[in-house]
């Protein structure tokens, strides 16, 4: 029954181009036993030190590290005063408060004080994914062994495996990149960012979807035109698929300064390295295990980019491939599309 009215709720909100806060207040009223604590602005105010240490800044708002009474480090995000923000409100409630997953961030609390809005978490102490894996020109970054992306592509996949099957109402996330994957002290990923999310029933395989959501360059085809398939899980495949082969490649699957007519599909790239048996990282000096991790990543992230919805994995069979024996895993066929699939970006 709370399943029913989340999804109601989540309905209305996204019909009206005006967010109401009376509708928000009524969620938050009928799901009351919602575990997590409502703060006051003021107090809000207090835990960021007036928002003093800011961490990012995306789409709906910024974040600001802050510290609990306790001490605890926390990350508040401030959502910006838009019309946006009722949906994205009631989607991070309403899918993060039913989880509870060691690659799921946790929502320890929110505040709602008329267009005042704030979304309190546990705090990464090594941010996004995105610091770990682009290079950006002469700029050096943080680097990471290829093992600790392995089990951060595991970790990840885990952590979708559970919202599409862990969970009483499948959930959809609908915006899976680098930037949403959240490190902790000990680089164990955890999945972020659910204000596209949609929650729908786990025995739909197929869901109705009136608007492209996601973001450029993870935004699977069936989202754009549903000549290739209807919008489902398969959609949040494809999403970790681009990001696993950007966890390979060290940049990412669009280069939004380049023409797009001149620039070749980085996908297809991947592939014909990979079919020449070519290093998948010709940058870098890899070992005999480094490059094996490197191709098995790849196969898994073509396999998942696959155009068509119905030729891509499940997560349950991502977990597989990624853990099971190399010598098992067969070619995926090339990539059809000839171009990066455009969409409007979320952040």
């Not at 959930?171 to 899976?176: C, E």
């Not at 998942?304 to 990624?322: A, E, G, K, N, W």
């Not at 024996?325 to 059809?336: A, D, F, G």
Request: charged share 20%; with cysteine; aromatic share 10%.
């Amino acid at each position: 029954m709370i399943c029913i009215i989340i999804c109601y709720f989540i309905y209305k909100i996204g019909l009206v181009s005006t967010k109401s806060d009376q509708d928000i207040e009524a969620f938050l009223k009928i799901n009351g036993a919602i575990a997590q604590k409502r703060y006051k602005f003021s107090q809000v105010k207090e835990m960021t030190n007036s928002f003093k240490d800011k961490l990012g800044q995306g789409g709906f708002g910024a974040v600001y590290k802050g510290k609990l009474s306790t001490s605890f480090p926390v990350a508040v995000k401030l959502l910006n005063a838009s019309k946006g923000n009722g949906e994205e409100f009631i989607n991070e409630i309403a899918s993060i408060s039913r989880t509870s997953h060691i690659n799921i961030v946790t929502l320890l609390g929110f505040c709602l004080e008329g267009r005042k809005k704030a979304l309190i978490y546990e705090f990464m102490a090594n941010g996004s994914l995105d610091n770990f894996i682009y290079k950006r020109g002469s700029e050096t970054i943080a680097s990471l062994s290829w093992e600790n992306l392995y089990q951060i592509s595991i970790g990840i996949a885990r952590g979708l495996e559970y919202l599409h099957r862990g969970c009483n109402t499948r959930i959809l996330h609908f915006d899976i990149k680098p930037h949403n994957i959240l490190l902790d002290e000990n680089f164990c990923p955890k999945i972020s960012d659910f204000g596209l999310a949609k929650l729908c029933p786990r025995k739909e395989s197929i869901i109705s979807m009136s608007d492209t959501r996601g973001t450029m360059g993870y935004v699977a085809p069936e989202m754009c035109n549903r000549q290739f398939g209807g919008v489902s899980h398969k959609s949040d495949v494809y999403s970790y698929g681009m990001m696993l082969l950007e966890m390979v490649g060290g940049r990412k699957n669009i280069n939004a300064e380049a023409s797009h007519t001149s620039e070749i599909y980085f996908p297809y790239l991947v592939y014909k390295r990979l079919e020449l048996d070519n290093d998948v990282r010709p940058d870098e000096v890899m070992n005999t295990e480094e490059n094996q991790i490197a191709k098995r990543m790849t196969i898994v992230g073509l396999w998942c980019i696959q155009t068509f919805p119905s030729d891509r994995p499940t997560m349950s069979r991502v977990v597989d491939m990624l853990e099971g024996n190399m010598n098992s895993l067969e070619m995926p066929p090339k990539p059809l599309l000839s171009s990066p699939t455009r969409s409007e970006s979320s952040s």
